[in-house]
């Protein structure tokens, strides 16, 4: 048994305390439990043997801070993470509690398994695991772990952009996306950006008698829905004028290697989505409508009378929550002011309508050929014993591009979730194999960057 196979049982108890504390960042009233997972991250980097162990304070929840520094003339990483975690809701459907983690069938259970605590974990202990067998790191690494992922906070943004010296490096590794399969060890190059935001549909200054007034009143909720449907048609394509004008389609290189991962449609639709037909825009192929090209969809929609029994109103309001994903080279600013421009001309007489944005990011692309991620497709080429494939994805993770921007580096993103993992939704779980090979692959991609 190696090291890391002989601490299991005490990386499997730290995961479970830090999945024990609720540090959902939506929600206000969860504040302590943001400060006790922080604060959790940093005793755990100290504990690791990682120096200069801190939180940094500032417009929004706390940054965490590590380093180990005694590697001169070798690479610096910075390791990035999130210990915030997403609402558990609908608490009705999870088979144990959200915090409470259990144990069933090599997957652990929870609220932030997944996404990311048990991923940042997993950066914890590899380094941890080197620092205890060697007492030194083959390379120098950093630590940054943000606790407002989840809600597009900008604490780690506004403290990237001053370019601190305390976090220059020469790559950001981040472990916070999936294996395109169970078994495959896989490479993230690119991520989705995101406007998201509220519609806002007012009709009469108070809420009207429908029999009084139906046939002369505008009704928001019908212009919020007409809205919302001349916005995007039936076919899954986006009508805001020159949405996809900057839209940047996937190299032919890209194209063949997408259509070469090992997949069923079937399986895909039935088993993973659920549904009994896919959607989206019928010319374009199904990777490529999730990672290369940009959504508009309806989160949710609040207005008129939703509870018992029968109300005969017109409202005076209604509102959706809506977000439209972005992929290069579209910006958020430009895709907001699009956005706002289409609102304003598709919406019906009588009513007024307004998007107001909540928070954004940019989408970013990172260019596979360079020795950071090289180096990692074969750390885990070497630990799963299979060839790394490289993939996007649709999902979003602000820092990436700031990275990039303000730091010029590139992110290396090694991520050990799978596709059933239930990311933001009930019974979230962490494949456990993944979990432990998950701690060996990053360590021995240390190993081969400082070799
Ligand atoms: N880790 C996810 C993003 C992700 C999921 C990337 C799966 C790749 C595969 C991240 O925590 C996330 O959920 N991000 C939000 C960002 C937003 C709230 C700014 C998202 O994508 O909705
Ligand atoms: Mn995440
Ligand atoms: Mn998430």
Redesign the pocket.
Known sequence: MNYYEQHRQDYLEGLKTFLRIPSISTLSEHKPDIQKAAEFVRAELEKAGLQNAHLIEGDGNPLVYAEWLGAPGKPTILFYG?YDVQPPDPLDEWKSPPFEPEIRNENIYARGSA??KG?TYILIKAVEGLLKQHGRLPVNVKFLVEGE??VGGKHIESYVAGKPALIKSDAAVIC?TEMFAPELPTICVGLRGIVYGELIVQGADHDLHSGVYGGAAPNPIQALAEILSALKDREGHIKIPGFYDKVQPPSEKEREAWARLPFNEQEYKEKEVGVKELVGEPEIPLFERLWARPTLEVHGIRGGFIGEGAKTVIPARALAKLSTRLVANQTPKEATGQLQKAVLAVCPKGVTAEFRPIHSAPPSLVNPDNRFIQAAAEAMRQVFGKETVYIRSG?S?PIVAAFDEHLGIPSVMMGFGLPDDN?HAPNEKLHLPNFFRGIEAVARYLEILGA
């Open positions: 999130h996404d990311d991923q992922e989840e916070d999902g993770i990311l």
